[in-house]
């Protein structure tokens, strides 16, 4: 499986200030994604990362505010821009190397103050 | 509305005692996936499910997939304290390329 490296694995912010959060693979993978969880709650869908090309973005997500880069099929960032207190959660990357197989990295532990 | 459905939501019991996991939902997935998480860490796979009543084991756990393809179960037995964790089932359905997950079962094994 591939392995999935995150950075920072945690921050503590100010409101009003961005954060990028870095995804590195090892391995070349064609689909990556990011998801937010609130602690202790299951995973809800922000954006697909699609190389070369802007992301796609689930409702309620924008890319105003979670920009998302993908160079190439190794790494992605995420962006939380603007942050306020609500956007205090756990961030993680995933990625899908073989069709009925997803993994996810470690996470990024955000709190905004 | 959450598409796939888990329950219970949390569960608390002595080390030694078996405990069922369910995940329901009124669509058709083509496949589905459990994950356990621990504090900290991000989900691991346990296990993928993709035909129709198929059962799978590892080690003390066991998976079933729904013949209708629309539910599946964890079952452990003689639980640990090494079972602590979020489980989460996730599953792709109809034309989705990405996981949908369920609302997430937080298990505690007391020893």
């Known amino acids: 499986s591939a392995v999935i490296s995150q950075k920072p694995s945690r921050d503590i912010c100010q409101r009003g200030t961005s954060l990028t959060i870095q995804c590195q693979v090892d391995s070349q993978v064609t689909m990556m994604f990011w998801y937010r969880q609130q602690p202790g709650q299951s995973l809800t869908l922000i954006a697909t990362a699609n190389q070369g090309s802007e992301a796609t973005y689930e409702s309620g997500f924008v890319i105003d505010k979670f920009p998302i880069s993908r160079p190439n099929l190794t790494f992605s960032t995420l962006t939380v821009s603007n942050m306020s207190p609500e956007d205090s959660s756990i961030y993680l990357c995933?990625?899908?190397?073989?069709?009925?197989?997803?993994?996810f990295g470690p996470g990024t532990r955000l709190t905004v103050l | 509305t959450q598409l796939l459905e888990q329950s219970p939501q949390f569960l608390s019991i002595q080390e030694g005692e078996n405990l069922t996991v369910y995940c329901n939902s009124s669509?058709?997935?083509?496949?589905l996936q459990w994950y356990r998480q621990e504090p900290g860490e991000g989900p691991v796979l346990l296990v993928t499910?993709?035909?129709?009543?198929e059962v799978k084991k590892l080690k003390r756990l066991t998976f079933q997939f729904g013949d209708a393809r629309k539910d599946s179960s964890l079952h452990i037995t003689a639980a640990q304290p090494g079972d602590t964790g979020l489980y989460l089932c996730a599953g792709v359905s109809g034309s989705a390329r990405q996981l949908t997950f369920g609302s997430g079962t937080q298990l505690t094994v007391l020893p």
């Open positions: 995933s990625v899908k190397d073989r069709p009925n197989e997803q993994f």
């Open positions: 499910v993709v035909t129709g009543g």
């Open positions: 669509s058709v997935f083509s496949s």
